[in-house]
């Protein structure tokens, strides 16, 4: 995975893009309804989102529908998985520490 997923998706527009997308796949009328951005602004983050492969394009006569794909997320998935696993420890131990306190406090 390139450091250009997470450039591609640090900026705000972009989420909220893909954040519509995850309901299923749209036009860019209905992307533009749902996500609040100009229809400009919306081509141009799906066009983006496509070259980064983020997004795939589906011609459907005159209309052009717009999904995302899934290999880009799972990439990312991957990447954090061992950090996902460092803090599921931290927190682990936080709570064993917790519990040990508690018992500690309840025994006075």
């Known amino acids: 995975m390139h450091i250009d997923a997470f450039q ?29 951005v100009h229809q400009s602004g919306v081509s141009r983050h799906l066009r983006i989102l496509h070259e980064s492969g983020f997004v795939s394009v589906r011609p459907d006569g005159q209309r052009r529908l717009y999904s995302l794909k899934p290999e880009p997320f799972q990439e990312l998935d991957a990447w954090l998985s061992p950090y996902r696993k460092l803090w599921e420890e931290r927190l682990d131990r936080f709570g064993a520490a917790l519990e040990q306190r508690q018992k500690q406090k309840n025994k006075k």
């Open 8 to 36: 591609t998706l640090a900026d705000p527009t972009r989420r909220r893009i893909v954040e519509t997308l995850r309901r299923g796949e749209r036009q860019v009328g209905d992307i533009v309804e749902e996500a609040g």
